[in-house]
Structure formats: C-alpha cells, structure tokens
C-alpha cells in the first residue's frame, strides 16, 4: 500500500512511495504528529541518481521488519535534497559540524522542534566496518529518547545554538583585485595535478567553475599557465572514462585520480556548466577536441534529457540492469573485451579494444572497462571509429537504460539555457539556440508568477510546491541574459531584469552579502548562506555574475553595486580556496575588465549585421554582455542613440563610461574583444 510519498512530484520521493516506511514530506504536519506522539523525528535526505541512496533504500526501508521499528518509534521524514536544497544545506552543516563529513544518504535525528541531535550518512544493515548497524542505531536513538531526554535536550539546543552563532565572515567592504586574483592563481597552480590534469586527488570532480576562471584570467591578462591548465585538463576529462566516448556528455566524478573509473551517474548541471566550459574553451583556442565536446554534450543534454514540455530533466542514474535482472553501477556504459567481439568481430573489437583501452583485466569490475581515449593508441583511422562508435552505440541502445529523474530544477536549466544558447551561436546550430529558446520559455510559463517569484521544480507540466531559492533566480537569470546576447531578443533582458530585482529586495543581507531563501521563506533552525562553489555555483556568486552583467546592459548603479558588494566574499576566500569559488573568480575578472560592453546595430536579416554580431558573441573579453538590433531598437539600453555607420551596420565597444570609435569591420571588432586590454 502506498504511503503519503504517493502524490509527490519528486522522482526520488516517488521511488519510495511503497516502502513499508510510513514517510511524511517535509511539512507542519509531521511534526505536529511527532510532538502528538512524543517521538523523534527521522530525517532521511537524498536524490534519485543516488547510488547509496538506492541500497541503503533496499537493505534498510524496503525491509518490513525494520520499517515497523522506525514507524512505532519515530515520525519518517523523505526529503529530496534537489526540491529541498535549504533543508539540505542547514542539515548537512549540522553533521559536517558534528562529523568531520558529510553525503548522501544523509540521516538525521531531531526533536520535533526540527533540532537535529545525531547524525550520520549511510548506515549499513548489519554492523561492518566499525559501523554500526542501522537498526543500532535506531534503538540506541529510541531508547536516548525515552530514558535520557535532558541529555538528547542539551545536545539538540547546543548544536542549534552554535550553528545559529556561526557568522560568515565575507571580507568586509572592497572587491577582489589584482592581488587576489594572482594569488588565487596560484593557489590553483600549487593544486594542480600537472600528469593527469584536474585539482588534487581522488575522487576528482570536474572543475568547471575553475576553468572559467582560468579562461578568463588568460584573456585578460595573457597568462600562458592559466590557459594551459584550462586546456589540458579538459583534455584529460575528454580523453578519460568520466566523458562517455559513444554517447557524449559527463558523469558526476571520477574515483580516481586519472579521471579512468567514473560515478556514472550524469547530471544536468555538469553537462551544462562543462558545455560551455568547453565552448569558451574553443573559443579561445580553435580546438577541435573543445568543439566536439562542446556539441556532444549539448546534443547528450537535448537527446537524453529534455522533457517533453521542452525543459530538461535533472539527471541519469548510475546504475541499470546488467541483463541478469542485478542492478549494478556502470553496466550501461561498461564493456569487455568479448562483448566488443559479439557487436564488432573479431579485427574491429580488436582495434576498438586497442583505441578505446579496453583490457582483459578490465579498468572497472569483474573484467570490465570504461571506455576511454589513452594517449599511446597512436593514429586512428577516423572513418573506421565512427563506423565502430554507430555499432557499439546502437548495440548499448539495446541494453536497459538507466533510470531518468525527470524534475525540472529551475536553476540548472538556467544553466543549460546559457550553454546551449552559446554554443548554438558559436557553431551554426540553431537548433539549440531553439531548445535553449523553448527551455526559457517553459520555465517563464511554468516556474514564474505575475511578480517574477519562482517556483524550483516542476514534473510532467505541474509546477512544484517548493519556492525557488537564490541560485534559482540567478541561474535562470543568467541563462536569460545569455539567451538575449544571443538571440537579439531584448525581451529576455527584461525577464532577467525582473528576477534580479527579486533577488536585490528578498535575498539580500547586510554588507553586500547575500541569503539562500528568501526573507519570506519557511523559517529553518537556520537560514541558509553558502557564498561557496561546489556542484554549481553558489547562488551568491551566481548572483553577483548575472546582477554585474545586467548592470553592463542597463547602467543601473543599483546592480553594479550590489554585484561589488556581493564580491567582498572572493577577495576573503579566493586567495585561500581558490577552488571552492571558481565562479566568484570568474565574476572578478569580468568585473576587472569592466566587463566591456558591445552594441550591434543592424538589421537581423543583414549578413553584415549577423557577422558582426557573431564576431561580438566570440570575444574572449571576461562577462562582455552583447546587445544586437535595428536602430533605435527600444529592447537593449545599449543601443540607444546608436547610429549605422555610412550606412553599414556597426558595432561599439565601451567600458568604464568610454566608447571605442565604431567600427563595420569584423577583424577590428575581433581585436578589440579578444586579449589582454589595454590600460
């Protein structure tokens, strides 16, 4: 029989719909049920691609016995940490505080006041590895309850106290400069893993925010280390198990430092923010390993996860059906050396096996390897790889696919609209220029009210119930922006304008710095406030960005203020952390640099106008914003009083209230938009 997850739009809340656990969502009720009853709460935190999640779901809540334990003694609590990411981040800092580590599964015990009183992750279902077995830990919880409540009392107040107490130091008045973006360089520098690419050891996770720093730093300043740090490392991603050789696109990390074994699950902000990393990236060098993996990702994110209603669905699972009925990590990706022979034959598996580095041994489980692209295999024969990709693609088409979560988040498809849009525009692909265009469209419809409030999540055309948080409003934000530079469409601009001033009225705290919800939101034992990058970027960093590049197109002080304000925090961390805020270092470089401002003026349907307006779109300038319309075009700020050129199309470029003479050739535009800027 179904329990209350039944109704839920959340695919992960939905996989435990008929556990035997009577789970409650986060909600009021729940609580009021656990105070009626006098137990504790149980807060059980994950996400639906979530490799951990799964089993300790199968060892643990779809076991009768131990469900009936946990529903006489406590009230259950599922929380899907990508609907809920404020119950998450004030929760996770609880047990990070308490345990020196954090990640999901994230388990939780608390009053029914919401005051947390022990921690933990995964717990197994019988004591290993000097872990406790859940059911332990479940009766010692109960029995602390019943006999020992004083002492649960003090541990509960004490931890809300100190996290309450906490005060985020973000480096007082004054945006990073010069110094702190050397130093940050550095900092990166000293990390990096110069054999195998990538920052520290393992397990490695794709920088993405750090090498927009890196891209940007180069192009304003002309620091060869910088770009080849950015270039190699991507080269090694590409070259390496995390990217997915046939299909295209990039799982969430690699357990090892090599960038060989992956956790295979793929997720939506990944590809998105690697997408354009790699569209930035050929940009700046020509690359054709960056175009190629540029559209493939791009061509992964419409193939596999868009949403019939146009948005994109959050990820893929890592685990499938290996054809024994076992789910099992890995088995659609994964390949042996005698499942290439039955796809390929003998002489084709043979030199797939060679180019691909599949071995006997295997580089994964059980003589399996992932497939990679190891640098000895010597030239290719490019006509017989694609021969041999098609085979071995539609062979894996066959295998059982891993499941889909199929939530809408409002910020990472913020993130896909940015990079599908500019990589669209960069190589002739309208179409995705289109699905970034239908993406914006579904999350105008769909995720935003009548006064820009949005909403997180939707699910098969049903918005959610959970607001939208910071990185919500500036993700999407951004990817508007994006989508106005690209498409000449000013009404997107607009859009953009009307989220950023929802972030500058409910958002904001003293000092320039800013919350994760809103000043209206649920009240939690604390409110949320990460100015740190992890996954993404933070919605404080992400916000600073898109409030800077919405001040460049408008010239409102406002935003631009609140942009530097918002920057106190990488001039405090970016010199210290330098990878843990690659986005706020990003931001400081555009605002370094101005960000420079391009207005095209021209007739859309003018070659002339479109090749200048192409050429803006390609400076490497950091954060440049581009406006592009016919004369006297009302949409863009930036092309008031802006005239045709002897009656040619023309292009201006400003920065710091100084305007560049127009120009009408392309090269010149080129020039000046791309390398270090002149002082």
């Known amino acids: ?71 006489e003694h406590f009230v259950n609590i599922k929380v899907d940490r990508e609907e809920r990411p404020d119950v998450d981040a004030v929760y996770m800092e609880a047990v990070q505080a308490a345990t020196g580590q954090g990640g999901w599964p994230m388990s939780v015990f608390m009053t029914p006041d919401a005051e947390p009183f022990y921690f933990g992750t995964y717990f197994p279902p019988e004591a290993r590895h000097g872990m406790p077995s859940f059911a332990e830990i479940l009766d010692g919880v109960s029995t602390a309850w019943t006999e020992r409540r004083d002492e649960v009392g003090e541990v509960a107040g004490k931890i809300v106290r100190d996290l309450s107490s906490r005060t985020l130091a973000y480096g007082g008045q004054g945006v990073p400069g010069e110094e702190e973006l050397m130093q940050a360089l550095l900092g990166l520098t000293r990390e990096y893993d110069d054999r195998s690419g990538g920052f520290g050891g393992a397990p490695k996770f794709p920088p993405s925010m750090a ?91 419409v193939r596999e996860l868009r949403t019939a209603e ?72 490019a006509d017989r790889i694609a021969s041999i990709r098609e085979r071995l693609l539609a062979a894996r088409d066959r295998r059982e696919r891993p499941g889909r979560d199929d939530k809408v988040v409002a910020a990472w498809n913020g993130l896909a609209i940015a990079a599908l849009a500019e990589t669209g525009a960069y190589f002739d692909r309208p179409d995705l220029v289109a699905r970034a265009t239908e993406a914006a469209d579904l999350l105008l419809r769909l995720h935003m009210d009548d006064s820009a409030r949005l909403t997180r999540t939707s699910k098969d055309g049903h918005a959610g119930t959970n607001d939208g948080v910071l990185e919500d409003y500036a993700d999407v934000a951004e990817g508007y922006l994006a989508l106005a530079a690209v498409t ?83 001039r405090a961390l970016g010199p210290r952390a330098p990878r843990y805020i690659g986005w706020g270092l990003a931001v400081a470089e555009a605002l370094l640099d101005g960000p420079r401002e391009v207005a095209v003026v021209g ?77």
Request: charged share 25%; hydrophobic share 40%; with cysteine.
């Open 1 to 71: 029989m179904p329990n209350r997850l039944a109704d839920a739009t959340s695919p992960y809340l939905l996989q435990h719909a008929d556990n035997p656990v009577d789970w409650w969502a986060w909600e009021p009720a729940a609580f009021e049920e656990a105070r009626r009853r006098d137990v504790p709460v149980f807060l059980s935190v994950g996400y639906s691609s979530c490799h951990w999640c799964h089993v300790m779901a199968h060892e643990s809540f779809e076991d009768a016995g131990t469900a009936a334990y946990m529903n």
């Open 211 to 301: 090498l927009e720093f890196l891209l940007r730093h180069h192009a304003r300043t002309g620091a060869e280390g910088a770009l080849q740090m950015a270039a190699d490392t991507c080269e090694a991603m590409a070259r390496g198990g995390i990217y997915d050789q046939l299909g295209g696109g990039f799982a969430r990390y690699s357990v090892d430092r090599a960038w060989v074994v992956p956790h295979f699950e793929k997720m939506l902000y990944d590809n998105a923010l690697l997408c354009r990393v790699y569209a930035h990236l050929w940009r700046a060098t020509r690359s054709d390993l960056a175009r190629r993996v540029a559209l493939e990702t791009a061509d992964f994110m």
């Open 310 to 381: 146009g948005g994109f669905s959050s990820a893929l699972d890592a685990d499938s059906d290996d054809g024994t009925g076992k789910h099992v990590e890995g088995a659609y990706y994964v390949w042996t050396p005698a499942q290439l022979a039955e796809v390929l034959g003998e002489e084709d598996a043979r030199y797939a096996a060679r180019y691909f580095g599949v071995t006997e041994e295997g580089t994964f489980e059980e003589g399996s390897s992932v497939l990679q692209l190891p640098q000895d295999a010597g030239p290719a024969d």
């Open 488 to 570: 000449g469409e000013g009404v997107w601009l607009e859009f953009a304008g009307f989220l950023l001033d929802v972030v500058l009225d409910r958002f904001r705290a003293e000092g320039g710095a800013f919350y994760d919800t809103a000043h209206d939101a649920e009240t939690l034992i604390r409110r949320p406030q990460d100015p740190t990058d992890n996954a993404t970027p933070s919605g404080w960093t992400a916000a600073a960005g898109a409030l800077l590049s919405y001040a460049a197109h408008t010239g409102s002080e406002a935003h631009r203020t609140a942009a530097e304000g918002a920057l106190g925090v990488v």
């Open 603 to 679: 007739d859309r349907d003018d070659a002339a106008a479109r090749e200048l307006h192409r050429t803006a779109l390609l400076g490497t300038a950091p954060g440049a914003v581009v406006a592009f319309g016919p004369v006297d075009a009302e949409e863009f700020p930036l092309l008031a009083d802006r005239s045709l050129v002897g009656g040619a199309p023309a292009a201006y470029v400003c920065r710091h209230f100084t305007c560049d003479a127009p120009t009408t050739d392309p090269e010149a535009l080129a020039r000046a938009l791309s390398g270090p800027r002149e002082k």
